[in-house]
């Protein structure tokens, strides 16, 4: 038996694989090919737009996929949302959903697009949020490049961002933000039922939550003298409780944590000051809590 899983083609490839691949699974692609090969028998992976993910997810024709909360919420899709996996292009932060306009236009909120025209490629969701605030306005599809279509094409677009720079150096401004969107596992509702798809999909969702979880936090080990013990475990942060175990040398002990990776550069040299020594610091490749 397989697992038939779509995974994002576009800007999200390299990112899914390398997450893949810290996770334990390594996808292999041809240049111009849509059909990965995979190290694990068991799993038959499509390079599918991730806006059509949902659908095909829906439909059945995969059994599972990895695509955006935006997707999902555009197609209306009736899928199993298996895990929140939050990675982007660049930074973990979710995407936003955002109606933008001209700098200089004189809009500043949803209400003030009725009777306007708006591009996006989330014709759906966009028709819904306007739908809801009770604005009337045009809606087209657009496939890509909203950005220079205002004001000329456009009075305002919805598109989605991640860190803004685009917009800003278009010289355009965020109005609303409609919706805040992290990449999901999602799994098609029959195979969610069939049990060996069903673990599959959440031994999928473990290991890949766990190299995300690592790829914040490091290790730190050392040893610290006995006397100085209290002092060190004082400024201590551990996910749970710092691991504790004896050395030869019945006056010292070694202590091993794990912290955020930002927190370790201010750590270890208060540390060292408070009397640990032989400090490393190692990178994570899962850690599942």
């Not at 997810?57 to 990895?66: C, F, Q, R, T």
Request: hydrophobic share 40%; with cysteine; net charge negative.
């Amino acid at each position: 038996m397989k697992l038939k899983i779509g995974l994002p083609k576009g800007s999200l490839q390299e990112a899914t694989f390398t997450m893949f691949k810290k996770a334990g699974w390594d996808f292999k692609v041809c240049s111009r090919s849509y059909t990965p090969s995979c190290d694990d028998d068991e799993i038959e992976a499509l390079l599918v737009r991730p806006q059509e993910i949902p659908r095909y997810v829906e439909d059945g024709i995969l059994d599972a996929g990895l695509t955006g909360k935006d997707w999902i919420t555009d197609c209306g899709a009736d899928v199993v949302e298996v895990a929140d996996l939050s990675y982007n292009k660049v930074t973990t932060r979710p995407l936003k959903v955002v109606a933008a306009v001209k700098e200089n236009a004189p809009y500043n909120s949803v209400k003030d697009l009725d009777g306007k025209r708006i591009s996006t490629e989330y014709v759906n969701l966009t028709k819904r949020w306007l739908e809801e605030n009770g604005v009337s306005a045009q809606v087209e599809f657009s496939w890509g490049a909203c950005e220079m279509k205002v004001p000329d094409l456009a009075d305002a677009i919805v598109v989605n961002t991640e860190t803004g720079s685009s917009l800003r150096a278009n010289n355009l401004r965020i109005i609303e933000t409609i919706l805040e969107s992290t990449a999901r596992l999602i799994s098609n509702k029959e195979s969610w039922k069939d049990e060996w798809k069903r673990n599959k999909v959440e031994n999928l969702s473990t290991l890949l939550l766990g190299a995300l979880n690592a790829d914040q936090l490091v290790g730190l080990k050392m040893n610290v003298p006995k006397d100085s013990l209290a002092k060190v475990m004082s400024i201590l942060p551990a996910l749970k409780n710092p691991t504790l175990s004896p050395l030869a040398d019945e006056g010292w002990v070694a202590a091993e944590i794990i912290v955020e990776q930002k927190v370790a550069r201010d750590l270890i040299p208060k540390l060292h000051r408070a009397g640990a020594e032989g400090l490393v610091e190692y990178p994570l490749n899962k850690v599942i809590f």
